[in-house]
């Protein structure tokens, strides 16, 4: 990944290169590897996040049904 740095404007680059790793999953990922997660943990968690998007979903198909 390549951030070009116009002057000396290190911060609105640093910026810049944060939200491109934002966009990519780069940074949750890294927060994931950060430390140990027990496999039990990690099993909890994803079933947690596919309940989470199996409510919005349906949350969504409502407010579409209605229109």
């Known amino acids: 990944m390549e951030i070009k740095v116009d002057g000396n404007d290190l911060e609105k680059a640093l910026k810049v290169l944060k939200r491109k790793l934002q ?3 780069l940074m949750a990922d890294l927060k994931k590897k ?3 997660e027990k496999p039990s ?3 909890k968690t994803k079933q947690r996040q596919a309940q989470k998007k ?3 979903s349906a949350r ?4 579409t049904k209605k229109d």
Not at 60 to 63: D, E, S, Y
């Open 41 to 43: 943990v990690k099993m």
């Open 23 to 25: 966009r990519e999953g």
């Open 34 to 36: 950060l430390f140990y």
């Open 60 to 63: 969504f198909k409502r407010q």
């Open 54 to 56: 199996r409510l919005k």
